[in-house]
């Protein structure tokens, strides 16, 4: 008699398809592929993969990478990129893929990072980790050859185990990779020059060009029609150096980019720029082979900084009033009172401005503009947003924006020894206060009446201005007012 046994069928329970679901397309997590749900979220989503990688990558400089197969791991900040959505023969997984151009501060390489379902949050001037088991010649990459740059890496994390990027979010790598790589010390960085220079005949034939810029003011973002179809998003950045300016726009995903940036702060090296024939003497763009360096750190950049931020103060009209400073108590009543002729104070700034203090001037007020910006709509402002009012909404964005009195409100101040110019106090909401009498949102809403008699009552009128001087500040501070 023969034995049976059971077959392996039996060990399983049949699925019995349910009505409605029958015809309907299987879930990739129901259909026993072999692949766990973690496994196949680190495949849509790899930079939130877990990496432990089991062999063992050598940490390198992208000067010293050799095409050929190598487990090698760098790190370097995005200088250009572009997305390009749709299929490839190449990587039929993928949905799309980003042209990338990274720098460290010896060298840079050409970047092809497929992503199967989320694009990666990139932006120029980010930090990237790099792992990958094999480099390319540049010859091997796709577009034409870009300057300076002499290999080439293709990666598909999530798909390809040896591959993985990784975007450091924590604030100590600031300070890395942010020297250009031909910088020298005590040398001239290799073809900088002024946007001057450039405007007039640089941009023509000279190879590795680069311009030192500071962003000047952010447009607002917009929308234009292309004439092959669809629509395309960019925003215009009007940029400047000691020289002249120009305009850079900027199209679609790179506007995130320049959002972080800051007027009459943030300094940029733009190698190889674009430049278009246009308005005034042309403005640059962002071409294939164009380098943006964010925050560059080499004394020019240096240089060009600081001369922003002198900039910055000489021109700003309404500089927020720094709060508890000087003692104004102490100063206006205290025992040591010290007066000042407008010489003796531009002796003394001059000679040893690094102290804090405070004192009198007497002046006597020669020009007034309250009419003539009060029917302009220009008593307040915001650099460059002027109102009658202490709150408007920005022309962007429509958020509110806080405004403060326009200090061109006071002409001229003149005495025995010299004269201040309009606009050059920084004055306290205190001191305008006890000079009209009133508080500083009456004093927008004065009528055009009001605002003519008090103008002729103030005319030639002399008075002692407490003020007070802080290097940091850079502007003489007008703390109160004694008739």
């Keep these: 008699m023969t034995q049976s046994y059971p077959s392996v069928q039996s060990f399983y329970m049949r699925e019995t398809p349910t009505e409605g679901n029958a015809s309907a397309n299987p879930s990739p997590s129901s259909r026993a592929d072999g692949f766990t749900e973690e496994e196949l979220a680190d495949a849509f989503d790899p930079l939130n993969r877990k990496w432990n990688p089991e062999r063992e990558y050598e940490e390198t400089t992208i000067d010293n990478l050799i095409p050929g197969p190598r487990a090698v791991t760098f790190v370097g900040r995005v200088v250009n990129f572009s997305t390009i959505l749709g299929n490839s023969q190449k990587q039929p997984q ?3 893929w980003h042209y990338l151009v990274i720098k460290d501060d010896t ?27 094999f480099i390319s010649d540049i010859s091997k990459a796709e577009g034409s050859a870009i300057i300076g740059v002499r290999v080439y890496a293709n990666l598909f994390p999530g798909r390809v185990n040896s591959d993985h990027v990784m975007i450091p979010t924590s604030s100590n790598t600031d300070g890395i990779c942010h020297v250009p790589p031909e910088c020298r010390k005590a040398q001239p960085l290799p073809g900088l020059m002024t946007l001057a220079s450039y405007l007039g005949g640089g941009y023509d034939g000279v190879d590795g060009a680069k311009i030192l ?17 669809g629509e395309s998003e960019l925003t215009d950045i009007q940029l400047f150096d000691h020289t002249g300016e120009v305009r850079l726009t900027v199209w679609n995903e790179m506007i995130d980019s320049a959002r972080d940036w800051q007027p009459g702060k943030t300094i940029l090296m733009i190698s190889n720029p674009g430049y278009k024939v246009g308005y005034s003497k042309g403005s640059v763009g962002i071409t294939w082979g164009t380098m943006i360096d964010v925050g560059p750190e080499f004394s020019d950049a240096e240089w060009l900084r600081k001369y922003a931020v002198g900039l910055t103060k000489k021109e700003s009209l309404c500089m927020e009033f720094p709060e508890d400073l000087w003692d104004v108590e102490a100063t206006e009543y205290g025992v040591n009172r010290m007066f000042f002729t407008l010489a003796e104070l531009d002796r003394w700034v001059r000679s040893d401005g690094h102290h804090v203090f405070t004192g009198f001037i007497n002046v006597t007020v020669i020009e007034m503009s309250l009419v003539s910006l009060q029917c302009r709509n220009m008593l307040s402002c915001g650099v460059p947003i002027y109102a009658n009012a202490l709150t408007t909404p920005c022309r962007n964005c429509s958020s509110p924006l806080n405004l403060r009195l326009n200090p061109k409100i006071i002409g001229t101040l003149l005495d025995e020894t010299g004269c201040i110019a309009p606009g050059k106090l920084l004055w306290s909401d205190r001191a305008w206060e006890q000079l009209f009498n009133r508080t500083i949102k009456d004093i927008t809403e004065m009528s055009s009446e009001e605002a003519r008699w008090y103008e002729q009552r103030i005319m030639f009128m002399r008075m002692h201005l407490v003020v007070g001087w802080a290097e940091n500040v850079g502007r003489l501070a007008v703390l109160g007012i004694m008739m």
Excluded: D
Aim: hydrophobic share 40%; glycine share 10%.
């Design 94 to 96: 993928a949905t799309g």
């Design 107 to 133: 060298a840079a390489i050409s970047i092809k990072l497929y992503f199967a379902r989320q694009q990666y949050p990139l932006k120029l001037g980010q930090l990237l980790s790099i792992w990958t088991c």
């Design 213 to 229: 810029v500071c962003v000047k003011s952010i447009g607002g973002r917009r929308k234009i029609t292309k004439k092959k179809g």
